[in-house]
């Protein structure tokens, strides 16, 4: 059975920082690139940073240089560090697996992430 859980949302004042987790099971880790994705009420999900298999990663404009993504193979657990935070950073963060062919989707439930003072 697939299984991605997601931790460490909250509420966090502007400028502070959290570190979600995402700790898989049920599918080859290694063989999936692994994503964080974000939704804020009245919008569309979107990507915020992406890891692939090899280590290489992508991340959405808005927080280069504030988000950090990082995988554990060994864990096969995928973390986003998350400092500066914005009040527009505001979302329900979901962790995601992809397939390298992209034929195949995981997700997680999702997380809530509140930034406010």
């Known amino acids: 059975q697939v299984q991605l859980v997601e931790s460490g949302g909250g509420l966090v004042q502007p400028g502070g920082s959290l570190r979600l987790s995402c700790v898989t099971s049920?599918?080859?880790?290694?063989?999936?690139?692994m994503g964080w994705f974000r939704q804020a009420p009245g919008k569309e999900r979107e990507l915020v940073a992406r890891i692939s298999a090899a280590g290489f990663a992508i991340y959405a404009d808005s927080v280069k240089g504030r988000f950090t993504i990082s995988r554990d193979g060994a864990k096969n657990t995928v973390s986003l560090q998350m400092n500066s935070l914005l009040a527009d950073d505001t979302a329900v963060y979901s962790c995601?697996?992809?397939?390298?062919?992209?034929?195949?989707?995981?997700w997680g439930q999702g997380t809530q992430v509140t930034v406010s003072s």
């Open positions: 049920g599918f080859a880790f290694g063989s999936y690139d």
């Open positions: 995601n697996a992809r397939h390298r062919s992209g034929a195949v989707n995981y």
